[in-house]
């Protein structure tokens, strides 16, 4: 087939390299000239891991092309796929500009039948409002060309992007036209030949189901975060009643780790558009806007932490951090947990060492250079000249650590371990004060 991809982002870059992985004919379209630019000598603007040579090799092949031209774009393929950014606006609400831009974008260019696929991440009722958007453009034109609006979410996790594409549990198609469905088929037949992973369902009810999925692994989260609290207060350790509830099968070990609260491109953003989706509706959705409540004070809990243990008194102090992206695997910041730490250190009047395998770059593109931040070649560097650690993100290389060495080379002997990566006895054994996530006994050192 050939397919056109609006958007070269996260979701738009990894969905053009797996289709054309499989033989399909893709050209994705951006209009950021240096992207695309970049893009066609195979660098990748987004950590992901697999990424880089799967879009090489199939640009390499002729089958993965890009563009900033969109009248080529749209001549290109039948199937054009919507994957631009829905950013939160001020209320919450998904911002559709994007959207609606390559809707009207495409009614402006199309001559022959187009399926327009939503594969952004939008609130119920895009898929007319992307229709109204194609019907004013050909009617701006003076012309009538046929063509549907289908909904295709992405269930991609950072990191792990390329696997779930790939070996996805199901993909889901919104659409009431048995001409999408065939093509729809067609698309992704490569991706269901052990199985047919395709489920069809009307649009709305597509729209919302990737709200709803993302909504669901957001408050378990949030509910485990819940729990580890009350382990603090009341001396119980959550990492024993995580392992407890998880042997449930009805509940699972999935999603039920403790931390330091979620961050990302997705669930802060799509747990806040659906509970706004809610009020315009005349329904106040009260557990989604707990989730959220619940996610915000957790990522507080770090500095209140680290605020207990230096008495309150953070002045001139310097902090290692290990790890700045909001999940290992990923240089994605967007509303990550360290953020939300650094900036009250250096409220507080401290300074940050920080070191994180991939988010670097990100880091100083979002902050600049600064007095009170020093981005260090590793970990060990990080840790050196510092008053204590903390850790935010769960990289593999900061799980296993030899505690007589921190406890050597931390001014304060303090750790505080917003992931459970360490065991406390261990830890506290070696005459370091601990502070974890729900580790009732980190309290009583």
Known sequence: ??????????????TGACLADV?????????????????????IPIYEPGLESLVKSNVASGRLGFTTDPGEAVAFGTLQFIAVGTPPDEDGSADL????????????HMQDYKV????????????????????????????????????????????????DFTFGARIIVGTDSERVKELMRECYSPYSRLH????????????????AANAMLATKISFMNE??????????????????????????????????????????KDVQALARSAVEVDY??????????????????????????????????????????????????????????????????????????????ECRRIYGERDDLALVADRIQAVKGAD?????????EFRSVDFGWLKANLSMPVIIDGRNLYDPHAVKRAGLLYFGVGRGDSLRA
């Open 284 to 361: 106040q959705a009260e557990l989604l806007n707990a989730v959220e409540r619940v996610n915000q004070r957790q990522k507080k809990n770090l500095f209140t932490k680290l605020s207990q243990a230096f008495d309150g008194n953070l002045s001139g102090k310097t902090i290692a951090l290990w790890g700045l992206s909001f999940k290992p695997n990923t240089d994605d910041m967007r509303d990550a947990p360290s953020r939300t730490l650094m900036e009250a250190v250096w409220s507080a009047g401290g300074k940050v060492q920080a070191f994180d395998p991939q988010a670097m770059k």
């Open 23 to 43: 033989g399909h004919d893709v050209m994705c379209m951006d209009i950021d000239e240096e992207k695309i630019a970049r893009l066609r000598e195979g660098e």
């Open 1 to 14: 087939m050939k397919i056109t991809i609006f958007g070269t982002g996260y979701v738009g870059l990894v």
């Open 196 to 211: 047919d992973k395709l489920m069809f369902m009307d649009v709305r009810s597509a729209e919302l189901t990737k709200y």
């Open 227 to 268: 729990i580890a609290n009350l382990a603090e207060r009341l001396g119980a350790d959550v990492e024993q009643v995580r392992h407890g509830i998880g042997s449930d099968p009805r509940i699972g070990y999935q999603f039920i780790y403790p931390g330091c609260g979620y961050g990302g491109s997705c669930f802060p």
């Open 116 to 163: 327009v696929v939503d594969k952004s991440t939008v609130p119920v009722g895009t898929a007319d409002r992307v229709r109204d958007a194609v019907v004013d453009a050909l009617a701006a034109r003076g012309e009538s060309v046929e063509f549907d609006v289908c909904s295709n979410p992405e269930f991609l996790k950072e990191g792990a992007a390329i696997e």
């Open 388 to 396: 204590a650690l903390v850790i935010c993100t769960e990289w593999k």
């Open 97 to 108: 500009q994007y959207v609606l831009a390559v809707a009207d974008t495409i009614g402006s």
